[in-house]
């Protein structure tokens, strides 16, 4: 007897949007909080700098899901035509 296959079912979801149009935009300004707080310049404190970091790192994280979940889609539908995984 086969195994069963798994199935998953697709939601819908709405795509996930930021005030940038690259990563490199989100990057430099990235840098500029992080230099101002090495230079002690008070614009940003050391608390705000952690927050963006965490806020940044997890755009990365998201950003990176999405590429393996692209990766795994297109391995899956060159013998299916559904979507297996989507991120929401």
Known sequence: ????RKTVKKTDH????TA??????????VRLVLKSV???NGQYSTQEASVV????????????LQ???????????????TEVLSLT
């Open 67 to 81: 590429v393996e979940i692209h990766k795994i889609n297109n391995k899956s539908n060159k013998t299916s035509t």
């Open 20 to 29: 940038y149009n690259t990563v490199g935009e989100m990057a430099n300004d």
């Open 1 to 4: 007897m086969a195994p069963k």
């Open 38 to 40: 090495v230079a002690k």
């Open 53 to 64: 970091s965490k806020l940044y790192n997890s755009e990365l994280t998201r950003m990176k």
């Open 14 to 17: 709405t795509n996930h949007t």
